[in-house]
């Protein structure tokens, strides 16, 4: 029982510092229009984190099971895809073609660059 | 006379109305929230089982659920704004990722220069590559600056489409064929070229797929997840910064 109440404790903690933390995003986005709310978000908790604001150890266990699940959160928009059948069959394959190649190309510009001259230094 | 009526008349049909549709609305709601989840949660326990790689719990869920709504005849807008629960959570979501990030934030902060340096690098790439290709190919101004964009995350992608004139929905559906290809084939084929440090594999799957990316190879390591995520903020910044003026210029050659 003293177990469980700690997760819950722990749950509620992580949720307080995660969404507080959304809402000082929201806030600098506003001001600064320069990132969305989610990403100024994501700052802030790192920040926060670093200079222990909030207790990493309590928010550990909710954060690893947040990150195990969120695809589920890009559903919803994904299927979105469905509002667009009408582009996609005037243009579908070539933009999955230019799409394809052009991130085969970036993915293997930045890995190899960075495995190279920054990892295999050290 | 005909005044009262009418009066009386909207005044009795007007809560009977707002309940019901209240209470189709938390039903459905629930009916698409759960549906989701079933959904992706029976893809996850396949691929756990089966090991196959296309069978990735995002893509399979969002093809599952369009083929209900076409067979069902259902319109995207009411099944997204039933499920506006499970999309409400994504800002959350993203903002979680800070904690990968803040365990790797002396490393970071140690080879930052060479990060952003490969980040910047990176995104030149990204939209020289896709602005010119398009251009020669399709000759499209608004899909060539849809495809520049691609790499970065959604809302700033769309935000400096519209302002580059364009084309938004093209935009948004480059940025999920992006997020999925460097999903699902990104590891393996970075492990193929000997790209092997889950630092590097990480930059570079963030800097092309974003936050599916990021989502997908979170559950790889915790390294990955970090570098994933500082490439999606990083690239998202440069990008945010550097495409009008690129695009602006590569846009005067044709």
């Known amino acids: 029982m003293k177990a469980f109440n700690t997760k819950v404790f722990h749950a509620l903690y992580s949720a307080f510092a995660i969404f507080s933390c959304l809402a000082l995003g929201k806030l600098c986005s506003n001001f600064a229009p320069v990132l969305p709310a989610s990403l100024y978000g994501l700052i802030v908790f790192t920040l926060t984190l670093h200079f222990r604001l909030f207790d990493a150890d309590k928010i550990k266990n909710t954060v690893i099971w947040c990150l195990k699940h969120m695809g589920i959160c890009f559903v919803p928009a994904g299927v979105g895809i469905i509002n667009h059948f009408e582009l996609i069959k005037q243009f579908g394959i070539t933009i999955v073609l230019i799409t394809f190649t052009t991130t085969f190309i970036l993915l293997s510009v930045v890995g190899l660059y960075y495995q190279r001259y920054a990892v295999d230094k050290d | 006379m005909v005044y009262i009526t009418s009066d009386m008349l909207s005044i009795k049909t007007k809560p009977m109305m707002i309940t019901e549709l209240l209470s189709s609305h938390l039903l459905s709601s629930f009916i698409a ?79 930052w220069k060479s990060i952003i340096l490969v980040l910047l690098i990176g995104a030149l790439i990204a939209i020289i590559s896709s602005f010119i290709i398009t251009m020669l190919i399709i000759g499209d101004y608004t899909i060539a600056v849809a495809l520049s964009l691609k790499s970065v995350t959604t ?21 999920i064929l992006a997020g999925f290809f460097g999903a699902l084939v990104g590891p393996r084929w970075l492990t193929f070229i000997k790209v092997k440090s889950p630092k590097a594999q990480g930059l570079a799957i963030g800097a092309a797929s974003h936050a599916i990316g990021t989502a997908t190879v979170s559950n790889i390591s915790y390294e990955h997840a970090a570098y994933s995520s500082l490439a999606l903020i990083v690239s998202a910044v440069i990008t945010a910064f550097i495409s009008p003026v690129i695009i602006n210029l590569l846009a005067s050659f044709f």
Not at chain 2, 60 to 86: G, K
Not at chain 2, 155 to 170: E, H, K, S, Y
């Open chain 2, 33 to 111: 929230v759960a549906g989701t989840i079933i959904i992706f949660q029976f893809v996850a326990m396949l691929q756990r089982k089966l090991n196959v790689i296309w069978l990735q719990p995002m893509l399979i869920s969002i093809l599952a659920l369009i083929a209900i709504l076409l067979w069902q005849d259902i319109s995207f807008d009411s099944y997204f704004s039933s499920a506006w629960l499970l999309n409400a959570l994504l800002e959350p979501a993203v903002v979680a990722l800070g904690f990968p990030l803040y365990q790797h934030l002396a490393t970071i902060t140690q080879q």
């Open chain 2, 155 to 175: 809302p700033i992608a769309i935000a400096i489409a519209g302002q580059l004139d364009g084309n938004t929905a093209i935009t948004a559906f480059a940025i």
